[in-house]
């Protein structure tokens, strides 16, 4: 995996994607690997994700075998 989406949503969307997840696995699928940080508040967004943060995440991305 190396993507990491961050972006904003309300609850019932998030609780939406979970549910839809949920029903893969219920199918005996497999869902596709995700790291997905939803923030409801797009202010709260900017306070987690500082420029430091911005950067390791970077420097990890970049540091990844393809």
Do not use: C, W
């Not at 969307?13 to 696995?25: G, S």
């Amino acid at each position: 995996m190396r993507n990491v989406i961050v972006n904003t949503g309300t609850t019932g969307e998030y609780f939406a994607r979970v549910r839809e997840i949920a029903k893969q696995i219920d199918h005996s699928d497999v869902p596709k690997p995700e790291f997905t940080l939803t923030f409801e508040d797009p202010a709260d967004m900017f306070v987690v994700m500082t420029p430091a943060r911005l950067e390791l995440f970077r420097a990890a991305k970049a540091d990844q075998p393809q």
